[in-house]
């Protein structure tokens, strides 16, 4: 019986399809390298920043909420935080110094971290910092 499908016939599709997606994925890879610095926001990391970056990981504020997506469900999203209370690192800081509430029967509530001034303005600083990253409106959040 002749063969319709034939072996070079296989080895071209494999070889052929195989050089490709490794063609695509280096071009995909080179085209977000190029996208990133436009998008990382990285301008805006002052020391301020970096100081909250610092203070967020010593206080472990990702094991309760995400950032950008990334971290635990226990407490809400923090990336667009700054948006949502109206651009005020002043609402944030107020927000941090007034938990925690207790009494509400079901209702978790943040702990307090009896941060000082310098602290507090660190940490609005960096959710400022990470609300202006362009992420694509990533993660999708309808209060964003
Ligand atoms: C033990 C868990 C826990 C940790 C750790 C934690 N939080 Fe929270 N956070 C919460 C919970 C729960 C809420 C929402 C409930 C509330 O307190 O009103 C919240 C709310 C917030 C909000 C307001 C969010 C909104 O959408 O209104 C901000 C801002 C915030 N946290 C910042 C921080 C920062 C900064 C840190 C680290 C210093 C941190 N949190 C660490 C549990 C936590």
Redesign the pocket.
Known sequence: MKEIFTKSMARNIYFGGSIFFVLLFLALTYDTHQALPQRDNSQAITETVALGKK??EK???????TLLGEG?Y?????GN?YV??GKSKEA?KA??KS???NGIPG?????Q?N?TEEELEA?AE??KYSSEINTANWPPNK?G
Not at 74 to 78: G, H, S, T
Not at 107 to 111: A, D, E, G, K, V
């Open positions: 203070l967020w206080n472990n504020c990702i094991g309760c909420h635990a226990y407490a809400p999203e923090l935080v949502r209370y944030i927000f941090i938990r925690p509430v209702r978790r509530s943040m702990p971290f941060l940490l960096f959710l209060q």
